[in-house]
């Protein structure tokens, strides 16, 4: 039996502050692969938050990169 106060919260993806990979490939529609690309080519860009060896997207400033981009 599992306990409703061991869950972990569901947060919906568009009021979190920043996204996984798996979670910006599932929000924006991108793949994993050209996340990963993006952000190696990007490292150090304000939308990018690095926490060791993680890579997450601040989510409201990559949609603003987003809509700069004529492709990706």
């Known amino acids: 039996m599992e306990d409703d106060n061991l869950r972990k919260p569901c947060v919906p993806l568009w009021h979190k502050y920043s996204l996984s990979i798996t979670e910006a490939a599932e929000y924006y529609g991108i793949g994993e692969k050209k ?35 004529t492709a990706v």
């Open 35 to 69: 996340l990963r690309q993006i952000a190696a080519l990007n490292s150090g860009a304000d939308f990018i938050l690095e926490i060791g060896s993680h890579v997450r997207f601040k989510r409201e400033l990559f949609e603003e990169y987003l809509n700069m981009a």
